[in-house]
């Protein structure tokens, strides 16, 4: 049961043109998501977030929108550079029952960007 | 400023072996946590721990087990190794469990059963 589904395994983006990344949930009890960025060999890093009650958020090169009534949030990255190719993990946060926070990854997309 | 530090990187354990994964941090954060990730696999959390003396298992703890004497370590012990825990295990940390707290995580170990 994949609460946060990342559907496209891979995408591929010539140099300065614009990367989206998707990602849908399933529980409305998410309120709270956010993007890491990974490189090979390394640990996750975080990149961008967004509260479930705003529809956007944006630094720099990259920026999040969140639409809430369709469960779908979007990774937009402009322009997109060659050191931007990685594996972008989706994540969704909600409180559990003991009032800590959950968090629940996607499957990633390993993004490619060609010069 | 060193971060999430993880040892050993890379490990390769024969079925029934024993052994321990370190984490350590050195930004006085509270919360510690430990993943794993399976080939085409989203992150599992295995055990966590909100401060010295305690912790808790997360969604796959079985085959597993942790202590956190200090706030800067969290090790992750493998007791009676199966292929099955054959994956990248990643240990993480962040200040506090505020929502916009986010993870800070290690390199990560790879760890092969044969």
């Known amino acids: 049961d994949q609460q946060v589904k990342q559907n496209s395994p891979s995408l591929s983006v010539q140099e300065g043109r614009i990367s989206i990344l998707n990602c849908d949930y399933t529980?409305?009890?998410?309120?709270?998501f956010l993007w890491y960025k990974k490189y090979p060999a390394e640990g996750p890093t975080f990149l961008i977030s967004?509260?479930?009650i705003k529809d956007k958020n944006e630094d720099g090169r990259f920026t999040v929108f969140l639409n809430k009534s369709a469960k779908h949030l979007s990774l937009h990255i402009v322009p997109s550079q060659p050191g931007d190719s990685a594996v972008y993990f989706c994540?969704?946060?909600?409180?559990?029952?003991?009032?800590?926070?959950?968090?629940?990854w996607g499957l990633g997309t390993s993004l490619a960007v060609n010069p | 400023n060193a971060g999430v530090t993880q040892t050993p990187k890379f490990r390769i354990l024969k079925i029934g072996q024993s052994m321990t994964l370190q984490c350590a941090q050195d930004m006085n954060h509270n919360y510690m946590y430990w993943y794993r990730q399976d080939p085409g696999m989203g992150l599992k959390l295995i055990y966590y721990s909100v401060g010295a003396g305690i912790t808790d298992k997360g969604e796959v703890p079985n085959g597993y087990n942790v202590s956190r004497s200090t706030t800067e370590d969290f090790p992750l012990r493998l007791e009676l190794a199966a292929p099955s825990q054959t994956s990248v295990y990643f240990c993480a940390s962040r200040r506090d469990s505020s929502y916009n707290s986010p993870l800070h995580f290690g390199n990560g170990t790879r760890l092969t059963v044969t």
């Open positions: 967004i509260s479930s």
């Open positions: 994540a969704a946060s909600s409180l559990n029952a003991g009032n800590n926070r959950k968090l629940i």
């Open positions: 529980n409305s009890m998410f309120d709270y």
